[in-house]
């Protein structure tokens, strides 16, 4: 048996004991789908030009069937996903808390995670308030120079802030999760022992995400800028996804660690699983081609506009649990 081999059998052994066989699943819905930052490497960039079939805020009634719907299946944790909607603290931190103020009155007992840009403290006070549970706001890449220049322009070019955002969450009663966008770093084991390390500065976080960078759909005449990263720095492939996701599980023991089905669903809910405990199940991406009055189907959210490609398994647990192992069992709540 080979190191590696050695490591992912240590993360299975480390995920049965800190979390037994469930494999939590939570939805995931952009209730708007535009963003005023200047990422390098997102569909949503401000950057790319000609690129949106922006469909701005969703409609609030279509918000409230949507989640019903989910709710009605079963699933019990939300992921309410923002780019930056305001360059002005006090109007992102309003436009999202409504977006949690909505999804609480629909599901009162349910535990709601907000995906956003940083908040100064009482921006997070406030979504602690409209019902939040936990925040997460992904690092993206840790070293200076290329964190630098990945986020061009916006809120989240403000390294500094970002650093700081976990004890803020925190001081607010917030749970905390972060992230690197897998990809967007050749040097991936840097960027690892980086994120680690400043993790332990900030207090750890309660939720670890695995995002993977993709090569992005664009529609036809989109302008992209020089050095735009339509395609991603470095390829993360299968193989090197589960030595990832084992190295994060083996740092960070005690927090769920969230696997994301950009990569198949079918090596995600039925390899990946032995080592992370929860797992996107549902995806509302935003992309003008889902269906107004209906959930999406299964399949790959591609889009209309430019739009991260996701596979979207689809509503019904049980056909993600005949993905798994036999011995990963589907949940739907924390
Ligand atoms: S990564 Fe987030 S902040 Fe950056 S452009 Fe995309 S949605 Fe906006």
Known sequence: MNATDEM??????VRRKNFGSALRLHSVIYPLD???????????????????GIRGG??????????????????????LVFGTVAE?????ATRVARWVSRAREIDPDGYLIVNCDTLQPAGYRRLKDAGADAVWTFMEVMTPEIYAAKHRSGLKADREQRLEAPQRMRDAGLEVGNALLWGLAADWKAELEQFVEW?????GFDFVATPVQQTLTLLEGSEVPADFDVNPPLLVTESRY?????????AFPDAHLVANTRLDPKFVYGNVSRITDMCNGYVW???LSHPKDELAPVGHVRSA????DFFNPGSLPGGIQELCPDDVLVELAL
């Open 88 to 92: 002005d603290q006090e109007l992102l």
């Open 8 to 13: 992912l059998l240590e993360a299975e052994s």
């Open 199 to 203: 993790s332990r500065e900030v207090g």
């Open 242 to 250: 589960l030595e990832i996701c084992a190295h994060l599980r083996l």
């Open 34 to 52: 535009f963003c005023t930052s200047g990422c390098t490497y997102c569909g949503l960039s401000t950057l790319l030009k000609n690129a949106h």
């Open 58 to 79: 969703m409609p609030p009634e279509t918000f409230k069937r949507l989640l019903t719907e989910l709710v009605d299946v079963g699933y019990r944790v939300h992921e």
């Open 285 to 287: 991406t935003g992309s």
């Open 305 to 308: 506009a430019t739009q991260m």
